[in-house]
């Protein structure tokens, strides 16, 4: 798995889920790389989280930065919720769509699949 080969390469340290356990884990960081021989270290931590601001990463701390996601803005912000509620209410309204049967309400893929159906039986 790519995670066992990187594993294989590097030594890698997890951003603590706990601020307390931070400065553990740079001095593990700082350990795997002050080692004779050393490959480096990674050092992976989240957008926003607390190895993002205030550490100073100079010298041989940092060679590179790959960010492989963005943050999602907060859940219950204002602009956030309004727009959860209008995609919701706009999927609600497209979701019955009446067909040629009286009475009968299906969504737009039932619709395009049953008259196929239909048009076959006939």
Request: proline residues 7%; charged residues 25%.
């Amino acid at each position: 798995t790519p995670w066992s080969r990187l594993l294989a390469t590097k030594s890698i340290v997890l951003e603590p889920r706990s601020s307390s356990n931070l400065p553990a884990a740079i001095a593990e960081f700082k350990k795997y790389l002050s080692k004779p021989k050393s490959t480096g270290a990674i050092l992976m931590g989240v957008c926003r989280g607390k190895i993002s601001e205030g550490i100073d990463f100079a010298d041989n701390m940092c060679r590179g930065v790959v960010i492989t996601g963005l943050p999602f803005p907060p859940f219950k912000d204002d602009k956030v919720r309004l727009k959860r509620e209008y995609l919701d209410s706009a999927k609600a309204r497209s979701r019955v769509v009446k067909s040629d049967d009286a009475g009968f309400d299906a969504s737009p893929q039932d619709v395009g699949s049953g008259g196929v159906g239909k048009n076959q039986a006939q």
